[in-house]
C-alpha cells in the first residue's frame, strides 16, 4: 500500500526486485527458512487478493498461517549471518514477510 500513486510503481518494481532475489538463493536455506519461504509464497498471495475482494477477515486468517513459520524462524536462524548472502536473502524474507503484512493492516498508524 502506497499514499502516493506516482510512487506506487516504483514501490512494486523495488518488492519484485527483492521477491526475486529471495527466489534465487546461492545456498540451500535452513528447514525453517525454507518453511518461512513456503509458507510466506502461499500466504501472500493469498491474502493479497483477499484484500482485493475487501475480505478482510480472509486476508488475516491468510497471514495467520505464517505464525507458526515465522517463530521458527526467529527460533532455529540466525538472520544476521557472517555469510553476506545468508544475510541478504534473510534480510530480504523477513521484508517479504513485513510487506505482506503491511498489505493487510498498517500496524505504525496504532497509537500507544
Do not use: C, W
Request: avoid cysteine.
Amino acid at each position: 500500500m502506497v499514499d502516493d500513486p506516482d510512487l506506487a510503481p516504483v514501490i512494486a518494481a523495488k518488492m519484485a526486485e527483492r521477491h526475486a532475489a529471495a527466489e534465487h538463493l546461492s545456498y540451500t536455506p535452513e528447514p525453517a527458512e525454507q518453511a518461512l519461504i513456503d509458507a510466506l509464497s502461499a500466504a501472500a498471495p493469498r491474502a493479497s487478493a483477499a484484500v482485493e475482494a475487501e475480505q478482510f477477515a480472509e486476508a488475516m486468517a491468510a497471514l495467520a498461517r505464517l505464525r507458526t513459520p515465522i517463530d521458527r524462524f526467529f527460533e532455529e536462524v540466525t538472520v544476521n549471518d557472517p555469510d553476506a548472502d545468508k544475510r541478504s536473502a534473510r534480510l530480504a524474507l523477513l521484508a517479504a514477510f513485513r510487506d505482506a503484512v503491511h498489505r493487510v493492516a498498517d500496524f505504525s498508524r496504532i497509537e500507544g
